[in-house]
């Protein structure tokens, strides 16, 4: 068997990347794109490898031969018009070696895992097509296949549709054909496809032709997971460093994304905290026929958007300004701050990270599980000065909740000495009277004229894509100037929309709470039949478990990832915890999260 590696194209898309060398030159986490998959060639019995160089070529074989020689090899296909031609003239160029022996064809700007190819050549069938059931990230050639795993068509770019996606599978672009049927089948084929139609289309056209005659001469072979990437642009090399990451660097990776996670669909994120019952299918397909509308109009101001947001979180206008997100609110928040900010640790960093370490006073419960009450922190603020206190009800990374009335006590005390209190209630919902729990109400506001509430609306509502937060207070004069400092244009369409709609869809969003606390309740009790974590209690959509020895959080955290593709949260970089110690798992639907358990059981 010999491999023929298709290479010569210029890699446009990755502009100063590839300025001085063709794709397959490209490192990926430090390794070539061509060492990894000749690398991979070694442990196959290959009798020669055929590469069909053109950009840069005279680099790329300067280099195969000087790492390689000894023990591959290589005979080299010049293609001397690489920028005007595309793949089906370079594997043209190849058709003699094609008909020598038994091929494997292989695109060289993807990476995949080293078991991929071996899964070809062992398969019986000899000619197949690697293939990937279709994801949103993929693009380019797909194809339906039967029952057999026979190919029954193949789907060009100008035929592709979305409505049609859940039979597409994605060629990755790599192939096993044997000699014979590319004697007798494809390279005829491919000669005179050529001929009648040019040099400036794709080797799998004729694939695609010869899936018309019905003999089957090709097969699908499926992936069941295995991690693949074609890398063709800035993204894609950006996202193939994060799927191929060594343990070493994976996890920073990962979370350096801050999101964007829905590219590696086949993840289970139990990091992001939103409500897993919520919005419902109805509410997205409300969403989904005003799509295009939505896309091409401009949204309203923040006099209209203030409207909506006091329609549906019931405060005045004057009381309540929308931002892009909660982070946007923080931010300018923050900014207007005078003095020292008091936080209790370990809790959401968003808020002091926006202030000097000088300009911080620190609270850290001596109490079981991390535990405080409003008496804790009159009592510690008491004799440790501030300006603000910030309150994060319920907490996180912990779960600790404050009931209301004792929020109240904390805004009445804070009120008599001048001190502003910040309450981000971004969980409250979560909360077992959820209902009653929550501090925004005109007349709550204007007892405690020194309170600001925050509320992240993605992590209640499930729509952390809209980029939704409000801020409200009775200090008319904060929230105008807060009005002022964002711009005019800080909500997108899609999130005004939402807000527009939301009453028709309160009640699914009530019972959509309901939903969660059963799910949240089920889901404590299997995690606490798990012998090597404390579970904490919660009134958030997370829960903070301690991990006992032998093992670590970090040590847990690998092992989701690489093993399950479950991303989770090791808590190290929370400050006021020391070790390795700590875990936050998200709560999601009863299939995930029954996922995650026989996972971490199985440890």
């Known amino acids: 068997m010999q491999a023929i590696i298709l290479a010569a194209g210029m890699g446009r898309r990755l502009g100063e990347y590839t300025e001085n060398n063709t794709k397959c030159m490209l490192p990926v986490n430090g390794v070539r794109l061509i060492d990894r998959m000749l690398t991979q060639l070694l442990t196959l019995d290959i009798r020669r490898v055929v590469l069909v160089i053109g950009y840069k070529g005279e680099n790329l074989k300067s280099y195969v031969l000087e790492m390689y020689a000894d023990k591959l090899n290589f005979e080299f296909v010049e293609n001397p018009i690489y920028d005007k031609t595309n793949n089906i003239y370079s594997l043209a160029l190849a058709k003699r070696h094609l008909q020598e022996d038994d091929t494997l064809l292989i695109e060289s700007d993807l990476i995949f895992e080293d078991g991929l190819l071996r899964m ?14 279709y994801e ?12 057999d795993n026979e190919i029954v068509n193949f789907v060009p770019k100008a035929a592709f549709k979305f409505a049609d996606v859940d039979g597409y599978y994605k060629t990755v672009n790599v ?10 089948k494809y390279v005829p084929f491919l000669e005179a496809y050529t001929k009648a139609v040019g040099n400036s289309e794709y080797y799998e056209n004729v694939l695609r032709i010869l899936s018309f005659l019905n003999t089957h001469d090709l097969k699908a072979l499926p992936l069941n997971g295995e991690k693949w990437y074609e890398i063709d642009d800035k993204q894609d090399l950006d996202i193939a460093e994060a799927l191929f990451a060594d343990e070493a660097h994976v996890l920073q990776k990962y979370f350096g994304r801050y999101g964007g996670f829905w590219r590696f669909p086949q993840m289970l994120d139990y990091c992001y905290l939103v409500n897993p019952f919520f919005p419902t299918s109805k509410l997205l397909d409300e969403m989904t026929a005003n799509f295009r509308t939505l896309l091409t109009g401009y949204p309203s101001g923040m006099g209209v958007n203030t409207l909506l947001a006091s329609k549906c979180w019931g405060v005045k206008e004057k009381y309540i300004v929308p ?8 931010k300018v928040l923050m900014e207007s701050l005078t003095g020292k900010l008091g936080v209790v640790r370990p809790t959401f960093e968003e808020y002091p990270n926006r202030l000097p370490a000088d300009r911080v006073e620190t609270y850290i419960s001596a109490n079981k599980d991390f535990r405080y009450d409003a008496d804790d922190l009159m009592g510690y603020f008491g004799t440790h000065p501030v300006s603000t206190i910030l309150l994060i009800n319920p907490d996180n990374p912990t779960g600790n909740f404050i009931p209301v009335e004792n929020v109240k006590r904390l805004a009445a005390w804070s009120e008599e000495r001048g001190i502003q209190l910040i309450v981000d209630e971004s969980f409250v919902d979560f909360s077992e009277n959820w209902e009653t729990s929550s501090l925004l109400s005109d007349s709550v506001l204007e007892a405690y004229p020194h309170m600001v509430v925050m509320k992240s609306i993605s992590k209640s509502y499930g729509v952390p894509g809209l980029r939704l937060g409000i801020l409200a207070s009775a200090n008319e004069g904060l929230i105008a100037d807060i009005k002022k400092r964002v711009s005019i244009w800080n909500i997108n369409s899609f999130a005004e929309y939402f807000m527009q709609i939301f009453s028709k869809y309160e009640s699914d969003y009530k019972r959509a709470c309901e939903k969660f606390l059963a799910e949240r309740t089920r889901f404590v ?3 606490e039949k798990i012998p090597f974590l404390h579970v904490m209690p919660t009134q958030a959509n997370f829960v903070f478990c301690e991990v006992k020895p032998p093992f670590t959080a970090s040590g847990i955290v690998m092992a989701m990832l690489k093993d399950y593709r479950i991303l989770m949260s090791n808590c190290r970089a929370k400050k006021g915890l020391t070790g390795d110690r700590y875990m936050r798992i998200a709560v999601r639907g009863k299939r995930d999260n029954d996922k995650l358990v026989d996972a971490l059981k199985s440890l």
């Open 525 to 527: 009790a299997e995690l």
């Open 323 to 330: 931002g892009n997100g909660a982070a946007e609110l923080i």
């Open 136 to 147: 949103s990230w993929m693009d380019g050639t797909m194809v339906r296949i039967n029952e």
């Open 120 to 133: 070809l050549v062992d398969n019986p069938s000899p000619n197949l097509a690697l293939v990937a059931k």
């Open 175 to 184: 192939y096993k054909f044997s000699k014979d049927f590319s004697t007798t």
